[in-house]
Antibody
Framework: QLQLKETGPGLVKPSQTLSLTCTVS??????????WSWVRQPPTKGLEWIGF???????FYNPSLNSRVTMSIERSKNQISLTLTSVTVADTAVYFC????????????????WGQGTTVTVSS | QSALTQPPSASGAPGQSVTISCTGS?????????VSWYQQRPGNAPALIIY???KRPSGVPDRFSGSRSGNTATLTVSGLQAEDEADYYC??????????FGGGTTLTVL
């Protein structure tokens, strides 16, 4: 059964770079044509989509974050990574990785498997 | 890319039906079938309950149903149960490989 687990530093200083990892278990990223997404949720607020990374490596990001975010797939480690540069207090949130639901021919653009999330606090 | 609009709260007594609306635009909900709904209980990750505006993933009770009309999607929860108390979020594909979420609705079972 596919499971996702996010890991990260917990605390990041303003202006620094945030790096998160999502480890996939239960399936091999190499063998499946899975695509992935990152979503974040600031304290007491709603969900914000960060971006997609398709199985081929193509990436698409939320326009509001586009200049600061990078997503990548580490197939040998069965991991998906997220990097966010020049962080501010506004980037404090729980960060989730999720799988993009799909059939064999098209994407549903729904997120059907989620990790438990990892909390990131931006503070000096 | 603007967030979809949901009412901040909804409520109903056990056994009743409740609807939650999600209003977007002709660039998202009105343009694509890729509308999803998620249930998030406190302290947990969101869980998909509806995709392609009216399809249920395996294991989701048929008390949950979705519909779409124009630029508005609707989630209906029938036969309310105490366990349905949670936050509910809608999302929609918005073109150019982007996704947009609603602000969320807190459902209270009275």
């Amino acid at each position: 059964q596919l499971q996702l687990k996010e890991t990260g530093p917990g605390l990041v200083k303003p202006s620094q770079t945030l790096s998160l990892t999502c480890t996939v278990s239960g399936v091999s990223i190499r063998r499946g044509d899975y695509s992935w997404s990152w979503v974040r949720q600031p304290p007491t607020k709603g969900l914000e989509w960060i971006g997609f990374i398709y199985y081929g490596g193509n990436t698409f990001y939320n326009p509001s974050l586009n200049s600061r975010v990078t997503m990548s797939i580490e197939r040998s480690k069965n991991q998906i990574s997220l990097t966010l540069t020049s962080v501010t207090v506004a980037d404090t949130a729980v960060y989730f990785c999720a799988r993009v639901g799909s059939s064999s021919t098209y994407y549903y653009y729904s997120l059907d498997v989620w990790g438990q999330g990892t909390t990131v606090t931006v503070s000096s | 890319q603007s967030a979809l609009t949901q009412p901040p709260s909804a409520s109903g007594a056990p056994g009743q039906s409740v609807t939650i609306s999600c209003t977007g635009s002709s660039s998202d909900i009105g343009a694509y079938i890729y509308v999803s709904w998620y249930q998030q209980r406190p302290g947990n990750a969101p869980a998909l309950i509806i995709y392609e505006f009216n399809k249920r993933p395996s294991g989701v009770p048929d008390r949950f149903s979705g519909s779409r009309s124009g630029n508005t999607a609707t989630l209906t929860v029938s036969g309310l149960q105490a366990e349905d108390e949670a936050d509910y979020y809608c999302s929609s594909f918005a073109g150019s490989h982007t996704l947009v979420f609603g602000g969320g609705t807190t459902l209270t079972v009275l």
